[in-house]
């Protein structure tokens, strides 16, 4: 397998529609589904989504997770790891998240150039040290998880009375 061009275009086609996405949002950052608890605000949301891949990437990389000095990932508190939606920062515009989106976009292909000759290697996340995968496994995960994300903001779109289907899902429109 092509660890390399399996999450170059793996990567493509999630941001492009995440972005395609994002132009559909109308700007009340303060949005959530009004049912349930513990979900995130459309900015909570927006902000997260561009964390997804280029940061993590980074952290499996180059082993810099973005913490201060002194954070042990692996004997971090649960709650701390996970915190609550509440307690997660907020995109400040739609224009923002759009930026910081596209950044995190070169990002992840810095990093997966980077790391091309690595791709096979045991990689432990910090989350799950005693279950390394392969780096290019690790990478593949983070890139679902911004598709999940993506998912997540189409399904606000659609609550919110958006007219989005299918094509925006996958970007095609």
């Not at 082993?63 to 995109?91: K, R």
């Not at 045991?122 to 040290?129: K, L, M, Y």
């Not at 606000?156 to 009375?161: E, P």
Request: proline share 8%; charged share 20%.
């Amino acid at each position: 397998m092509n660890w390399t061009n399996l999450l170059r275009s793996e990567v493509e086609q999630a941001y492009h529609a995440a972005s395609r996405l994002m132009d559909l949002v109308d700007g009340d950052l303060d949005w959530k589904p009004s049912s349930g608890d513990n979900w995130m605000t459309m900015g909570q949301l927006l902000l997260h989504m561009t964390g997804a891949c280029g940061a993590t990437f980074r952290g499996f990389v180059t082993g810099d997770w973005g913490m201060p000095d002194g954070v042990d990932m692996e004997n971090m508190p649960e709650e701390a790891m996970l915190p609550p939606a509440e307690a997660l920062p907020s995109a400040g515009s739609v224009d923002e998240a759009r930026q910081a989106l596209a950044a995190d976009k070169e990002l992840a292909m810095s990093m997966i150039a980077e790391a091309e000759a690595r791709m096979d290697d045991p990689t432990p996340a910090p989350w799950a040290p005693d279950h390394p995968a392969p780096l290019g496994q690790q990478m593949l995960g983070m890139v679902n998880h911004l598709a999940l994300h993506k998912a997540q903001l189409f399904y606000y779109l659609k609550m919110q009375g958006k007219p989005v289907n299918t094509m925006n899902l996958f970007g095609m429109v």
